[in-house]
Each structure stands twice: as C-alpha cells, then as structure tokens.
C-alpha cells in the first residue's frame, strides 16, 4: 500500500536470554536502510509547510534534514516493536486491542477494509494530494480500576499517548464531541448487574468513568491530519526568511492510514500494560 | 450562574516572604466550608450513573462519598489557584491565555456571553436535565520552540492536562476532527516572512508544528459531556448489585460552563509555564 | 533533651475517611507555632557560616531568613509523620526499623541510652560548642528482591534518602569504608541453607548485593557534622560582602541526635515502603 | 593493569549530524565481544558469594549468568562515554573534574599514580585475592547554586550516583564520618570576602550547604569494596539450597581500581550537568 520499500529488521540487544526475558530492559536496534540524505537536499535551507522542519531549526539551532530526522513518523517504529511485546503480555491477561480505519477524508465506515482503504487513497495520490483520517480503537476485556486519579487519568494519559502519534491532531474517549450536544438524560451510562458482575447498560463514557476504566470496552478515536507531503509546488521561506516554492521529492504515503493503525494499537497497549502494573501497587 | 454557595478562601502556607516568591514550593489549603455529608447520604451504597462511584469503590473498596470525594469537581479549585500565579508569570512574558464557551448542547456560537449561557442552562435546569459542552482555549504570543519531540510533544502535554478535567471527553488541536476530512492542499500552513519573523499565512495546525510551538495562537477545544446529576430517578445497582433507582439530591449545576472556563485557562497556563522553564535547559 | 518548646499539632486534611485511607493522598498540616522573626533579625543581612544563608540567597535572590526558612531542620518534620504511616504498613508485614545512636563526637557505644545521650550533650552545652555524630539504622525482615538493578539500587535510594537529612555528611551500607581496608577473602558473604531458606554466614554486604536486598538485616550507617549554630562570635560576612561578627541567638540544639533518630527510621520506612510496592511490578 | 582485553567500540546511532549534537537523545552501542558464556558454565546453578547472582535470581526468578549479567561492572561502560560527553560540556564553562585513588586495602595516599596502585595490587592478584579502595573526587569552579532543596540535595543526589556503581560501599561529602567527630567550632566554614567573591576560610562542608553548592570545591569520597571474584574455592550453595563449593574461572579484576576511577568522575559530571541545567529553571 505504501510505495516505500523498506525491509525493517529487528536487532535485540538486551533483555532476552534463552528466549525469556529477563528483568533487564529490552532494548532492540532497527537501521533505518532506506534513507538517502541526497533525497532531502532540496529541504536543507527550505522550510516544509506543516512539517517540523521550522520549529525544529528554530528550537536547537541545527536540523538533521534528512528523512525528517527525529520529526520523522520512522520514528514511531520501535514503538511498534514495544507495542508488541506488550500486546503478547496483555493478551495472557485476556486483554485484547482492536483498531479500525473509520474515515478518510469525506468518506466514512464502521470499518474500512484494506481494498477500500487502498481504492480512496489511490484517488488521492493520482491528484498528488494527500488526505486525513480517523482511526478508531477499542481496548477489550481490561479490569475495572486501571488508571489513578486527579492527573493520570486512565483516557488523559492515553490522550497524551495519541497526540504523540505524529499527524494526530484529536483524540476522543466515548462520545467525545458528541457528549458536548448530548443532554445528562442521554448520555448517562445506568448500572445493571448481569448475573455475574455490576454493568452499565450503554457505553457512552467508553469504558472510563471518573479516570478509571468500570470494565467495559475502552473505546476511543483519533483524528489524523492529511501528510503534509504534497506533491506539488507550495510557497515556502528558506532559513534565511526569502521566499521561495518547495516541491517535495522522494516517496511519500499520502495518507497516515495504513500505517498508523499498528502504532495507534502499540500505544494502547503500552498505555494499558503500564496501568496494569501500576495497579498492582494499589493495595499492599 | 452557579446555585451552589461556596465561599472559597485561600490560605497561603508557604513560598511567600513579604510579598515575594521565594523558590520555596507554595502550599496553599482551600477549606470545603459547604460540604454537607447528609446530603450524601442517600448515595453512601448506590452507585450514580456516570459518576465515579463505582469506579472508585471497585478500585479501592473505599470511597469518601460525601460531595463526590476525590472524584468531585472541588478537587480542581487548587488548579485554578496555581494557574492564576502561572497565568502572572505568563502575563510578564507577554502571554496571554483567553478561553470561550463556542458549544453548549446543539448551540453553537463563537463566544457565547454569561447571559446567553445563563438563558440556555436556565432550559435544562428546568427540565431537570444537563447538557455538554465545547470551550475553546487560545494561548497567545508563546515563543517558538516550546514542547519536547516524541513524547511531551505541546499538544500531547496539552491534551492530556485537558483530559484530567472532569467530565471532558475529548480534545483538539487546531483543525482537529476537521483534519480528518480535509487535504494537504487546503490543511498545510504556508510560510511566509512578515518583515520582522516567519509566520504562518494560515493557521490550521494550531500554533503547533511535530509537537513544537511555531509561535502562532495555539488554539484548542476541549469538549464536555453533561454533568451525571440529573434531577430525576435513574436505574442503577447498590454495592450488592441489586437493581435499584436513585434521585440524586443536592445542589447540582447543569452544565460544567461556566465553571469550567477558568480551569481550562489554568491547566493551558500551567503547561504553557513548564514548557517555557523547560525549553531554558534547551542550550547550555 | 531539646530546650526548644513546640507542640506539634498534626491536622489530616485529606485521605482519611471514617478511619481508613482511601487512597487518596493523605495531606496534613503542621503549624510551627514557635517560630518568632524577631529572633532571626540579626542574621536578616547576616551569613552564618556552614548554614545554608549563603547558598539560599544567592541562588534565589531572596531568602526567608525566619527560623532558618526551608533549610531548617523543621522542615523534616513532615517526613517523620509519613514516615510514622509507612512503619505501620511495614509493620503489618513484618518488617522493622531500629535505630541506635553510635557515636557523639569521639565517644563510641553499640547504642548510647537517652542518659547517656544527654550527660554527653550537656557537657558541650556549657562549652556552647556543638558536636558531630553517628546514628545505626537496621532494617529487619526485609523480603529478597527490593531494589532496581543500574540507577535505583536499594542502598543507592537509601544514601540520597538519608543524605536529605540536614546536616548528614557520610553514608554506609554493610561494611562501609571499612571495606576498603578488607580483602575479599574477608569481605564476602558465603551462602548456606539454614533448612528454610537461603542465608549468608555474614552480613557484611550489609542486607543489599547487587543493588537488590537478600533478605538480611540491611544495616547502614549515617554520620551528621556539628550542628553549625555555635553559642560564641563567628568570622563572617554580610550580604554585601563586609566581614562582620554573628553571635547565633535564640534556641538551639546542640547536636543532631536524640532527633535526628526517628527521622532516619521515617526515610528508611518509606524507601523501603516504596521498593515493596515496586516489587509488585516485578512480575505481571 | 587489567588483564582483561576487551575492545570498546563504540558506534553512535543518533543524536549526532554532521559532528554536532542536534537536540536529539545521543544512541550508541559498546557491543560486548569478549563475552565467552562456557566461561560462566559452572556458575549458572551455583551463586557465588557477594554477588549478584542470588538476588536476581530470587527478583527475576532467572538470570542471565554469562558475564554476570546486568549485574556485571560491564554495564558501567555506557556512562563512561555519557560522562566523557558531560565533562566536554563541564568544561566549555570551566568545570573541572578530578578524581584520586587515596586508599588500596591499608595503604594511604593523597593520590596513588598508577605505578603504585600496579605494584600494589600485583601483591594481592599473587595471593588469588582482592582487595578494596577508596576513591575522591572533586568537582572545580562548579557555580554558586546548583543542587535543590529538601530531597534533590546535590550530595544527596551524588551519593545516590555514587552508589550505583558497582562494588560501592560508603559515600562522604567534605569531612564525612570525619565531621561526627568534631565540633561545631571546627568543622563550621567562616565567611570571608577575597576581593572578588565571598567565599569560604576552609571548605569542611565540601563544597554543599543546605545541600546546594556554594562555589568552593565540591570533595566527596566513595568507598568500594574488594571485588568479590576471589580465585580460590568458596563454600555457596546451589540454586536448590545444596551446599556446595564454587571456584570462580575467568580472568577477574583485583581492585575496582584503577577502572572504576572514570566511572566515579563520569558519574560526577553528569550530576553537576544534571543540576546546571535545572538551574536555569531557576529564574523566570
């Protein structure tokens, strides 16, 4: 789906011995092979509108040009590979994180499959234009009590998490904006016991009430904005404040989805699994 | 606006010295004069919906529940203090923070004044409803470079302060859901030189570029979901699970504006001060 | 043993309800009752040496100079009062604190009675001199496992707990500086089975190897300087660099013990408070 | 002066453009070469005295026994070349760091040159024992003002540095156990002016008041303990309790000295890196 090839391969360096882990933090090495510093030479004195590369220069003094450097989304792998160790941990717990694709640009579905996703952006990218996204996750089978109060709320910190996601620019937890033109009398989630535990009838607060998740399914959405990486010319300034048009080279996704969805699930996962943990401090 | 009386006095305990800030943390106690236990009686084993009850219990098999406890919106005054000294030090960097109510139920509006939010809540206070809401935050004349990449990127920090607000259940940063629907060709920011600095010519990334401020308005929406005290019998379960009905007593507002306004200018201004000391470890 | 008179009150302000945490953070107040500014007034302008006067001033440009202000000794109080909630949490798991006073100035014992304390404190009050000493801390029944491998080790968190103490000076674990007289033919700890568990024969490591706790008493040591508040003239300068004289006023002790010794139990009950619950992270 | 021969390479995966730092976290990689795992063959059930390899067993319930594992001096590398990188820093603004063996088992020295410290210890490698040492450091034309109060204390938080090296034991800032003998009229610091700043007639306090610097030189000490790696036969117990003999192989140090002595100033730096840079949040 992306037109970039780049074959990542996942050194571990630390924290595994005879296939289990061991206490130590496990650290692993992904070589970035595909970067040609020559594909960015035109960006070296150029500022890219919407991307990093001014308030980066702006802030150290110094940009690395290529590839983005630290702005880059390449950035958001090794979150993947975390992601996964995490997802394996929760999994043995029962805890299960499911994502879906529910808008690009106008179109809009309960979930996109990869065709459709494919056939959207394909439009997108023959008019070199790029276009943004919804994404949508839902952590299943968590225990009631993740999450503390007052600052670490459970959906306040996997608000922080999601907003790290580059291109992120929203983040929903239940009804989120729709709560805002909802009435108490609607939007209220009544208690019921099921037989087996204490349940809410409806699930618009998306598993989390008060910071804390009450056990139903944690759901919550993600608005991306469209890759800035647009294929045509754009007024610009270089370092130095002249104007001047940029026209970016080099390969380009026009869209964060695919992509993003793993890495909206690996951040899930870390946000959970790191709940988990901490609840365990709870009681003595 | 509010029908609840509670006069709130603030005793400073410490980091002050004939008149002056002294690098010492300041403590300051807020003592909840209006907090009537009986009127809670009636909650002490039944859980409110979409209140943090049951959450809480669950989580700690205790619970304070007199005024809501730790889960009540009184916990945030302390905010509020600590944002008016943040909001003093911004003010002498030339920063200035505005905030406006642009959503209450299906009302919209660009800012709506005391009176016209006191004429829609008066509505709902009469049908013995609540409503959600939207306030917007502008942070104004922020230095370019504020946030720190990957994980305290601004608005990620931003976001997750937010969060922490009661009742909040989602949040945006400039175009946020918007994004989604839209194009790189009409989302992206152009640059420009204005005689004295580059700016922006349009604003759609909201002041904040790959997690760095860029020195334009850095605007923002939080939106709210209605307060969970309706005035009227609900379907819930006590602390045994037996189904049961609650009519919730005691003086409630209907909508978290206007109350709320100044706490999200508080946690803005106090995220805004952290960046601004942290970007001073920038350089050496 | 003091000649200073201060009835500490302790108001709980918050975390406690009916007779039980409940998670919240407990909160309390201690009013210092005894404090008079006028007894500060000639060291308003004044260094007194070995003091933190100098340092506070000029770090932060302003100094509260009334009873020593956050340098004082009384700032530890509120340490001791948490250190009282952590020892009761420990105690309910079977672990213990002792403490014992080893040496003042040049007299050594295993453990200096309150008498014995104060026939040898007296004798430097009337020289108005003060004195420097040794307190013994041991941790009994400590579990295997508390401490963090690289930057967290057990005995590494206990020497900055205790080095927080005013005018701590020096720290040991196990041996101490003495194990850098000792070969390690002397020095080690050989394991053996006592037919329920694993022991070592000595405990010259001191409770902690590698960093993490084996389940032996943790012994550690600390030794505090004289307090510097000597009763006679002292060389000094003023706030614009003058020499000039200080002759200390008002009350105080003459050396760091008998107080100083609850407040090393109360750290030591909290850093080892905070390990045990770390430890619950250890596993999922 | 080590018998070991192990290569260090190190190779710099990020952080660094163009051989400038660029704001991004500084990656490199030391890999571990000269790790033979058939070494460490007969230690793999059987835990040698003093060191590590009980406890992690017993905290992980596995440990990786190749090298010792994390618990391995090995481990200390990477903060040798994070600390050559602060004292690069350091030294741009005229701090200087120091360090000077002044103690092998019994023998004293003010600074033993490495001649010395071989002769010394070939004595003890000719018995097939070790032995311990003591180390100073001292930190030159570090600013007034580094270091915060109450739990931050910047010999506080150096002895927590300190004593995560391995093998460290005691920790002392100026006098140390030193000044518990003494009294306040000779260990206090008087005040004088020299013409261009106040400073201090002596420096007893090494360099900390109040736990923040005060501009003289910061004088600290760390005992460490002989290496426990004796090369003769030990009495231990196996990982079921047996009792046993172990007789450790490989090519072990004798001392921690000469190696551990760029570790202690590497440690040094990145502290009084760490607290000039929170200085600059000093201030508004």
Do not use: W
């Not at 880059?72 to 994502?99: F, H, M, N, Y």
Request: aromatic residues 8%; contains cysteine; glycine residues 10%.
């Amino acid at each position: 789906m992306s037109t970039r090839k780049e074959p990542d391969v996942v050194e571990f360096l630390s924290g595994l011995f005879e296939g289990k882990t061991t206490g130590t933090p496990i650290a692993f090495l992904i070589r970035n092979k595909d970067a040609k510093t020559s594909d960015y030479e035109n960006i070296k004195d150029v500022f890219r509108p919407s991307h990093a590369d001014f308030t980066y220069q702006m802030k150290y003094g110094i940009r690395d040009y290529a590839g983005g450097g630290r702005g880059s989304a390449r950035t958001l792998l090794p979150c993947v590979v975390a992601g996964a160790i995490a997802k394996q941990i929760l999994a043995s717990q029962g805890i299960e994180i499911q994502s879906d694709v529910i808008q690009i640009g106008e179109e809009r579905s309960k979930s996109f499959s990869k065709d459709e996703i494919e056939r959207i952006l394909s439009r997108y990218r023959e008019e070199k234009d790029t276009v943004g996204a919804v994404v949508q996750g839902i952590v299943k089978n968590t225990p009631v009590g993740l999450g503390e109060p007052a600052f670490q709320k459970f959906h306040a910190v996997l608000a922080q998490a999601m907003m790290t996601i580059n291109a992120a620019k929203g983040f929903e937890i239940g009804e989120g904006f729709n709560a805002a033109g909802m009435r108490g009398s609607e939007c209220n989630d009544e208690f019921m016991f099921d037989g087996k535990q204490i349940r809410t009838k409806t699930n618009h607060s998306g598993g989390v009430q008060g910071g804390i998740t009450n056990g139903e399914d944690i759901v919550f959405k993600v608005a991306f904005k469209p890759i800035p990486s647009v294929m045509y010319p754009q007024q610009t300034v270089d370092i130095q404040g002249n104007a001047t048009t940029i026209e970016i080279q080099g390969r380009h996704d026009v869209c964060v989805v695919p992509r993003v969805v793993p890495m909206v699930e690996a951040m899930a996962a870390m946000v959970t699994l790191d709940f988990i943990l901490l609840k365990k401090c709870n009681k003595i």
